[in-house]
């Protein structure tokens, strides 16, 4: 039965209005909690404490802002929801008005359907991916000034510049060693890339013919097509890894190590001019874009119309560490040294997840100190209208407005018939019936910051006091295990979604639900007849609703046609 489906309308539509509701409570609780947040931050920049910059106010500022907007669309959507309970209460009435006409049929629909479905698409994809060199060996030596010759298992002889990049360099972890002489060295990450793109076209064609309905279309069609397009960038970075039980890295200008694990079980030197360590970040950027319309057909014409439209995008930044560990760490910098994001220490295992067991030394004419973000940053928005229209045409329903009138009044002469005719010939006409809208525009931003990392020990910056110091170390964290610093998670929603009946518009629309309600009204008085006569069954319901369905349709006649 058709009025099954229109009370779980209403039960829906109840539940998203007590969903609405609930939504701007928890929005209002998130807001008070992000504005806690954000003055947090500000009192933590002009204490001068923690990890804070400027820049970190500035953007949740926005982001807080943006929430606040917020506030007037939960309100709307609560009035939306509001809305879409009445129109789906109206829609269950007229549903219910019509199985009280119907009563014949025992207010059961049957029919058929046919649906084509069509979907073609198209995918293009470009893949590289690194492969890492393995370098194995008890002791691992590399040379890049001039010509050298060391009694080590493997030597590799170079021109001034050693780049290593996405290798992994492994040498006996009891008592081997990696000795590395260059005047500058590079040791970096390789990078996978991946770039993705594809375009979808969906085509529907679905007609279907019933028995009965709440309408009076009993063949009805649809026709619809959406099409969509989106595209992936990806960057992903492979460190290169160098392990020994000793390591000694020696260059006389610059040395580089971004997007690196060095791990030494014992001793792990480094002398440079300039020494630069930075973390490294994976990539990854995605959009996608769709739109699509429908239309609907019955036996009176066009009886709706459809339109959505949507986008995202998302934007991702992750960081992936560097770090440099052994179980003594011992670090000399004739000029300056930059750490981004990196983590350099001694601990009692060697390695980076070890405690710290302040066995760093580290000395340097300047040293600055920088955080690296990661980062997500995902909206997306979409918006789709849906109409649904009526044809008011009298005719359909008798020539003068009512199928019973001839049957109660044959007495109407000609001229009469044909003025009321005349008359509803110039009322024909398509009127919207029903409109909804949905409409989302949804935000999440989250950044986290990496921390330059120096484990304890003895740090010696010789410039630190100077009026003219180029050092930095605002942002340097000395714990090892503390590393990240959550800044701001924000999500932001805005949306409208509901319907509306517009027969609530107008007066003749009320009176027509105004009726409806009367007809409903009807199934309560069979019921109350069949308990009150003993009768009961199926059959004998519908034949009590028929009859005073016929009873209020004859009266209605008799006053259209005797006014």
Known sequence: MQIKPAIEAVKKAKQNLSKAKDAYSEYKQDLVQQQAQLQALKDQLQADTGYIEQIDIDE???????????????????????????????????QVATATASSGTYGFNAGIELDIDTLEKQLNSQQTKSIASHLVANNININANANATANANTNVNA??????????????????????????????????????????????LNVSYSVYGATSDSLKGSISKDSSTSNSQQTKHNNASLTAANINLNSTQDTLIKGANLHATNQLNI??????VSSVQNKHKAKTRSQGASLGIGGSGVNSVGFHQAKSDKNSKTVLLTSITAKQVNITTQDHTQLTGSLIAATDTGDKDGNDNG??????????????????????????????????????????????????NNTNNTEKNNKTNKTNKTQNSTSINNASINYTNNKHNAKTKVLATLGNGNIQIADIN??????????????????????????????????????????????????????????????????NTDRAGLKNFFSEVNKLNKTDEAVKAKIANNP
């Open 271 to 276: 002398n440079s001019k300039n020494l630069a």
């Open 359 to 408: 066995q760093l030394s580290l000395t340097t004419n300047s040293l600055s100190a920088s955080s690296l973000n990661t980062t997500s940053n995902n909206k997306s928005s979409s918006i789709g209208f849906d109409i649904a229209l009526s044809n008011n045409n009298p005719a359909q329903t008798g020539k003068n407005g009512n199928t019973t009138t001839n049957n109660i």
């Open 466 to 531: 100077q009026s003219n110091s180029k050092s930095s170390t605002k942002l340097l964290n000395r714990d090892i295990k503390d590393t990240e610093v959550d800044i701001y998670n924000i999500a932001s929603h805005k949306g409208l979604k509901g319907e509306l009946d517009t027969r609530l518009l107008t007066k003749a629309g009320r009176v027509k639900i105004a009726e409806d309600i009367k007809k409903s009204g009807m199934i309560a008085s069979a019921i109350k007849q069949i308990v």
């Open 159 to 204: 021109n001034k510049t050693t780049t290593i990049v996405g290798s992994n360099l492994q040498a006996n972890t009891d008592n081997g060693q990696i000795n590395i002489n260059a005047q500058n060295l590079n040791i970096l990450s390789s990078q996978d890339t991946s770039n993705t793109e594809s375009n979808t076209d969906h085509k529907n």
């Open 60 to 94: 949740m500022s926005e982001l807080v802002n943006d929430l606040q907007a917020d506030k007037k669309y939960y309100q709307a959507n609560i009035a939306l929801a509001t809305s879409s309970l009445a129109a789906k209460t109206t829609a269950l009435i007229t």
